[in-house]
């Protein structure tokens, strides 16, 4: 066997252990942003994924695949989710103003997985803090870690 051969052999076998991103087994619940960054995502890939084939970058193909084939199951699996307005418990997609026992304020938006970004006052709708404040209305105590945290606003707009 040539040694070449071997090469294309490793390098195939490489590109194939590029490995598919997990999908959540939990419900792909989605506001509307989320869902529209959902598409923006599948547009941007299939973008990608024209250049790659073009320049016949097999290893950028083979990734840009593997994340198409993520986005393209998010986008079939997600439920869209509009909080009810008015609503006085929390509920998906929904902003909640929070005050911790030490008197410091924060603002959470309960957003789908795809969307969390806390650095961005958005957090999953399967994290611990939103899972404890699901059903919950103002003046409502909740301890998350140890921490306790009362629930002082809430809006169903989107603020984040």
Do not use: C, Q
Request: hydrophobic letters at 35%.
């Amino acid at each position: 066997m040539s040694r070449a051969f071997t090469r294309e052999e490793d390098s195939e076998n490489a590109i194939a252990g590029v490995g598919e991103r997990p999908v959540s087994t939990h419900r792909n619940l989605v506001t509307e942003r989320g869902l529209a960054m959902i598409e923006e995502n599948l547009a941007e890939l299939r973008d990608l994924m024209a250049k790659a084939e073009r320049r016949g970058d097999r290893e950028r193909l083979a990734v840009v695949s593997r994340d198409l084939r993520y986005w393209t199951a998010r986008r079939e699996s997600a439920e869209l989710s509009v909080p009810e307005p008015g609503s006085d418990v929390v509920r998906f997609g929904m902003g909640v103003t929070l005050e911790g026992d030490d008197g410091k304020k924060v603002h959470w938006r309960i957003v789908g997985e795809d969307e969390a970004d806390p650095s961005k006052g958005s957090i999953s709708h399967v994290s611990p803090m939103a899972v404890a404040l699901f059903g919950k209305k103002v003046g409502e105590v909740i301890t998350v870690n140890g921490k306790e945290w009362e629930i002082v606003k809430l809006s169903d707009k989107a603020e984040n």
